[in-house]
T-cell receptor, first 115, second 113 residues
């Protein structure tokens, strides 16, 4: 079965600094990969997704993620963090073309932004 | 706004009681998923319905059940509630079955006292 690990529980970044959130997955082939963001009291919002093709994926709010098959990773990056980016970020994995399965989420990384 | 509507937003009830959480998916989405979010377990997949039929089951307790109605809205029924059932329950919807992106509602916060 597939699984997702987000090694960092909490990260603090200065406003304007760059950000990288780590995500490692376990699956025998190339899975579908997603990053979601959750603001306090809100549901999860899709930031970006990877299905196939170009391994560098652009998302909303200036985020991007890179799929690295050799490292089983799908790290999320942003060149310059804004205070409004403070939230919890979830990486998720899905099995391609398989009906009857759901996304499996990592435990999340909480991002704090300092001024 | 994701287009997924969950009611109620908050629910406070006592142990042993039964509650029903409701979800209306995004217009055009046929799949509905239920997730439970707690501090210790994170986001746990409970169950998925597609066009009225159960398609996948996750870590759903026997005390919990769900259904999807002909108008595609879904209800999650939680019975014999325990303190440990206190959590945020999310509904998500998607167009298809095979891992198309999920769109989440804002959740129902359940507190069992």
């Amino acid at each position: 079965a597939q699984s997702v690990t987000q090694p960092d529980i909490h990260i603090t970044v200065s406003e304007g600094a760059s950000l990288e959130l780590r995500c490692n997955y376990s699956y025998g082939a190339t899975p579908y990969l997603f990053w979601y963001v959750q603001s306090p009291g809100q549901g999860l919002q899709l930031l970006l997704k990877y299905f196939s093709g170009d391994t560098l994926v652009q998302g909303i709010k200036g985020f991007e993620a890179e799929f690295k098959r050799s490292q089983s990773s799908f790290n999320l990056r942003k060149p310059s963090v804004h205070w409004s980016d403070a939230a919890e970020y979830f990486c998720a994995v899905g099995v391609p073309n398989q009906a009857g399965t759901a996304l499996i989420f990592g435990k999340g990384t909480t991002l704090s932004v300092s001024s | 706004d994701s287009g997924v509507t969950q009611t109620p937003k908050h629910l406070i009830t006592a142990t042993g009681q039964r509650v029903t959480l409701r979800c209306s998916p995004r217009s055009g989405d046929l799949s509905v998923y239920w997730y439970q979010q707690s501090l210790d377990q994170g986001l746990q997949f409970l169950i998925q319905y597609y066009n009225g039929e159960e398609r996948a089951k996750g870590n759903i307790l026997e005390r919990f059940s769900a259904q999807q109605f002909p108008d595609l809205h879904s209800e999650l029924n939680l019975s014999s509630l325990e303190l440990g059932d206190s959590a945020l329950y999310f509904c998500a919807s998607s167009v298809g079955v095979g891992n198309s992106p999920l769109h989440f509602g804002n959740g129902t916060r359940l507190t069992v006292t």
